[in-house]
């Protein structure tokens, strides 16, 4: 059975960090891109950030120089490292699985979704 189980959110307070992770069951990552997308109330559903299979990031601008993406097969997991949140990083955070054909990740459908985890900044 095919399944990503995000983990990590929870509360926070501006300036502070969490880490997310994206653990994949059922197939192995290293052929596939993983993207994060983030959905805050009343707004439509963010792609944050992806790492292709070889490891290459991206960042969507309003993350850039505060989020880092990174994978580690051998665990089967990929993770995000958020710093510097701000209030407007409160969100749901969801990770996502495509295989990696190459080409532009960021015109691809994902495939697999994790059922998100709860991201809340707020003092």
């Known amino acids: 059975q095919v399944e990503l189980a995000e983990s990590g959110g929870g509360l926070v307070q501006p300036g502070g960090s969490l880490r997310l992770s994206c653990a994949a069951s059922?197939?192995?990552?290293?052929?596939?891109?993983i993207g994060w997308f983030r959905k805050a109330a009343g707004k439509e559903r963010e792609g944050v950030s992806h790492i292709s299979r070889s490891g290459s990031p991206y960042y969507v601008d309003s993350v850039k120089g505060r989020f880092i993406i990174f994978r580690d097969n051998t665990k089967n997991t990929v993770y995000l490292q958020m710093n510097s949140l701000k209030s407007e990083d409160t969100a749901v955070y969801y990770c996502a699985a495509v295989e990696d054909l190459g080409g532009d990740l960021l015109k691809y459908d994902y495939s697999y979704w994790g059922q998100g985890t709860q991201v809340t900044v707020s003092s």
């Open positions: 059922g197939f192995s990552l290293d052929y596939y891109a």
